[in-house]
């Protein structure tokens, strides 16, 4: 069992800056790969972007490459989602993700965290 907790949303004006964490606890962190999902209201979960369990790959979506970085510190068993250049599209419920394939489709992430709230402002 995995159990991950996200940080890091709120308010933030177009243009600007985030970055979530999400902190996991139980089974061993750094053999899992992690991803980030996000739900708008009325939409379906999507994809945001992954990293594998020895930070050798990461992978985007298109409507965020360029903007959005995704680290993690395996010590700290800890996963970051660095978001810049905020659009008001960004905003949704982040979701962190814990799965055994880098992988967009969710179905490939076994266990979630609770999410956390990002609204980017006009």
């Known amino acids: 069992q995995v159990h991950l907790v996200e940080s890091g949303g709120g308010l933030v004006q177009a243009g600007g800056s985030l970055r979530l964490s999400c902190v996991a606890s139980?089974?061993?962190?750094?053999?899992?790969?992690m991803g980030w999902f996000r739900q708008a209201p009325g939409k379906e979960r999507e994809f945001v972007g992954a990293i594998s369990w020895d930070i050798a790959r990461t992978t985007y979506a298109d409507s965020v490459k360029g903007r959005f970085t995704i680290s993690r510190d395996n010590a700290k068993n800890t996963v970051y989602l660095q978001m810049n250049i905020l659009k008001p599209e960004d905003t949704a419920m982040y979701f962190c993700?814990?799965?055994?394939?880098?992988?967009?489709?969710?179905?490939?992430?076994?266990?979630w965290g609770q999410g956390t709230q990002v609204t980017v402002s006009s």
């Open positions: 993700a814990a799965g055994v394939k880098l992988e967009l489709d969710e179905k490939a992430y076994r266990y």
């Open positions: 139980g089974r061993i962190f750094s053999s899992y790969v």
